[in-house]
């Protein structure tokens, strides 16, 4: 770990955007804490935890089969879209590899959108979304920046320099926003670079502090590489690509860090090679190491961990980790004992796992297979996870004697295709790991997985299919061809009161896989007649019964209705109906208390009605 000051190249802050040095209230506004998400989506896998679970339920299990497409808008004529979502204050933003968008998140109408001219040529082209905070978004570039924009009108604030292009080094995860503090990493392993995690100060653009995720010759960890020229000339790889997870009561954000290099030639390097295949857990405030969970030591098959960890409480109330990798398993991950719970194949895996030769070796998961940028979702109601992977073996030839070549390709050998791609979904028990069901798609399910309450799930593969799921039996709800290969966000949010799904739809980044269609972002959302006719069956006002029911009961029964004294609400309207249910709050058996005094008056009856109303559209 180096501090400010160590070999960071440069702080630029572009005071002239915006006219006027800042008073300390104005810093104190602008770096105040976030609110409550309600039913936006305010970072790429919504919550800082990266559970990818939304609490809003206008689209169930019930309805989801009329959804419709309401706009659909072109962000770019080709290449990579694989961004995040978000939505915030009724505004979502996207980007592409150089351009940051801001679009109205109800009929698609680009409201600004911010275009980066490279300042130096990149070997790769990929950008999977920003972070926000404080009114700024914060994202990287592919030939190796970290900006921020004002998230009002795209404009500039300050930019930093934190990599080489010439050397691969890039930012093409979303970074994490908290506290007044940005977080990045730097990828790319196989160009001969060290993969660094950077934090940043949100306002000025000052380098707080950064971690090198390869130990450097001599620090903690070095002696896992025994042959010293692979963390020394050869960088070690330990990029880092997708995005990351962030425990604010404990101040850890948890790392994924991808393959050590020479991919093929795990001889080359000797050792378990840290902390590259690892969950890297840091300290929010200082970038000191806390601990770290290693899913393949002396990794010989490009089998990184790319997408970020999930945190969760299980059914026990015990804190997890979920980590799903590249070597096609799921990890869960007990945070108190730092163990490893459960492991499970979420894609044809070979076990023992193979070592590549120069005669070439024919592995499961392949170097494009297991789970790729896009990682687990939760839904705490079933205690269930979640989460798409790619099924596509690999034959591995590798080349003995392999020099470190900085800037160059640094695979130790070749690697071929040996079958054509599929995809699963993998329904999981977050206790145990044991399968709950499972879907086998068509190509590779790339896009992001999120959860209801609602009682679905949702995520894409990248033949463009979007699907919705029943979240308890597996069930396919819904199936939309988007036109596009969907390798992004999958996004639910509310806007006055409707449920709208966003979708990403057009990577070409992954052209092996079969990559179609232009980069374009998809709306979706129950028509008005469906809204309207599902409201004309209800009476009574549900939105007016969910504040009432919180009021008067929920401090008993809880938010989902399922914490008091074994009583499930959820489904009760499969045990009586609507009278039956009034009936029963009205005088109600022990030792629930009596809600309403008698006699009722009229305001009684209204809200009693109303809260009646509000459970029985639970599904």
């Known amino acids: 770990m180096r ?38 989506w305010r970072s790429y896998n919504k919550s800082l935890a990266g559970q990818r679970y939304s609490l809003l339920r206008q689209l169930n299990a019930n309805n989801a089969g009329k959804l419709e497409e309401v706009c659909n ?21 996207a980007t592409t590899a ?50 921020a924009l004002d998230a009002r009108t795209g404009t500039v604030l300050w930019t930093n320099i934190v990599g080489e292009a010439v050397l691969g080094e890039m930012v093409s995860g979303a970074p994490i926003a908290w506290n007044g503090i940005v977080i990045v990493g730097t990828a790319v392993s196989e160009f001969g670079m060290r993969g660094r995690v950077i934090a ?9 502090w950064n971690f090198d995720t390869v130990p450097r010759p001599g620090e903690p960890g070095s002696e896992t590489w025994r042959n010293t020229v ?29 393959n050590p290099i020479p991919d093929f030639v795990p001889a080359e390097r000797l050792g378990d090679n840290l902390y590259t295949n690892s969950v890297l857990v840091l300290d929010v405030f200082t970038g000191e190491l806390k601990w770290w969970y290693q899913l393949a030591p002396s990794d010989g098959l490009d089998h990184d961990l790319a997408a970020a960890p999930m945190l969760y409480r299980n059914s026990e109330g015990k804190q997890m980790v979920a980590a799903g990798g590249k070597d096609g398993y799921l990890h869960i991950i007990d945070r108190k004992t730092r163990k490893l719970v459960a492991k499970t194949a979420v894609t044809t895996v070979d076990e023992p796992v193979p070592v590549p030769t120069p005669e070439g070796v024919d592995v499961c998961p392949g170097v494009a297979g297991g789970v790729e940028w896009n990682g687990p979702a939760f839904d705490p109601k079933l205690n269930r996870i979640f989460i798409g992977s790619l099924d596509y073996c690999s034959r591995f030839v590798a080349e003995l004697g392999t020099k ?25 028990d977050a206790d145990t790991g044991a399968v709950a069901w499972r879907f086998h798609a068509g190509n590779g399910m790339l896009g992001g997985t999120t959860a209801t309450a609602g009682g679905i799930v949702m995520s894409g593969d990248n033949d463009g299919k979007f699907f919705v799921f029943n979240s308890a039996s597996g069930e396919v709800l819904k199936t939309v061809d988007t036109g596009g290969s969907l390798s992004g ?8 009161g409707k449920q709208y799904v966003a979708v990403t739809s057009g990577n070409h980044s992954r052209t092996l896989f ?11 959302a129950l028509p008005d007649a469906v809204l309207a006719a599902e409201a004309a069956s209800n009476k009574f006002d549900v939105v007016k019964g969910r504040e009432l029911y919180f009021g008067y009961c929920g401090s008993c029964h809880g938010g989902d209705g399922d914490s008091w004294a074994g009583v499930e609400l959820k489904g009760v309207n499969q045990k009586m109906d609507f009278d039956a249910l009034v009936e029963f709050i009205k005088n109600p058996r022990s030792p629930m208390p009596k809600t309403f005094p008698t006699p009722l008056n009229e305001a009684d009856e209204r809200n009693l009605n109303d809260i009646a109303s509000f459970i029985m559209q639970w599904r």
């Open 404 to 428: 470190p070549d900085p800037g160059g390709t640094n695979y130790g050998g070749s690697w071929s295709g040996i079958d054509t791609p599929k995809g699963w979904l993998y329904a999981l």
């Open 514 to 524: 079969g990559a179609s269609g232009r980069p374009s972002v998809i709306i979706m």
């Open 230 to 258: 692979w963390n020394d000339v050869g960088g070690g790889g330990g990029g880092t690509w997708s995005h990351f997870a962030l425990d604010p009561s404990s101040a850890e954000v948890f790392i994924p860090v991808g």
């Open 200 to 208: 940043y100060d949100a306002m000025s653009g000052r380098e707080l």
């Open 98 to 147: 150089t351009d940051t968008v801001a679009m109205n998140p109800v009929n698609c109408e680009i409201i600004w959108r911010h275009r980066y001219d490279r300042e130096e040529p990149s070997p790769l082209s990929v950008n999977r979304g920003v972070a926000y905070y404080g009114g700024r978004l914060f994202r990287g570039s592919d030939d190796g920046r970290v900006y």
């Open 3 to 40: 501090h400010l000051g160590s070999g960071i190249l440069l702080v630029v802050v572009l005071v002239a955007t915006s006219g006027l040095s800042h008073s300390a209230d104005q810093i104190r506004n602008a770096l105040a804490p976030d609110g409550v998400t309600g039913g936006e």
């Open 489 to 496: 966000g999958v996004i639910t949010y509310d806007i006055g």
């Open 73 to 93: 808008t072109r962000l770019a004529d080709q290449g990579s879209f694989q961004a995040g979502l978000l939505v915030i204050d009724g505004v979502m933003y």
